[in-house]
């Protein structure tokens, strides 16, 4: 029994997880090179999009003016899109990096501009949205 108990802290099925986030539920692909971590928070922000969720929009943005207002403007201006399916295309990965997300039916693509969450970390694949109109 006690072994069996243990199974679970070397799980690595993240499809809950997944399906609590709103990560599952995206129709995605993509193009160019994504890293696991721009990758990660690319299906996060498509999915607080899809969920209309401007608070979480805001949490995943780097701390940098108005987040929440600029949440706001994002899903209202991006909101019904993110209900269909979304190519993105991945610039080559840098310090930071940018994503062109094409939403099908949608004449304009939004770029995702991706910051690095710890710039003193050369390696840290993990990334902040800079949330802004322009």
Not at 99 to 118: Q, Y
Request: negative net charge; aromatic residues 6%.
């Amino acid at each position: 029994m006690l072994l069996l108990s243990g199974c679970d802290a070397l799980s690595t099925d993240k499809a809950e997880r997944r399906w609590k986030d709103g990560t599952a539920n995206i129709e995605l692909s993509v193009t160019g090179r994504p890293t696991p971590g721009s990758l990660s928070i690319t299906e996060h922000v498509l999915a607080r999009l899809k969920a209309r969720d401007v608070d979480g929009l805001a949490e995943l943005a780097a701390k940098d003016g108005d987040t929440r207002g600029a949440a706001k403007r994002w899903v209202a201006r991006w909101g019904d899109a993110a209900q269909r399916p979304v190519t993105a295309d991945f610039a080559e990965p840098e310090k930071g990096t940018s994503v062109d997300l094409r939403f099908v039916g949608e004449r304009s693509a939004l770029t995702l501009l991706l910051v690095p969450k710890n710039e003193d970390e050369p390696y840290d694949d993990e990334f902040a949205l800079l949330l802004r109109d322009d």
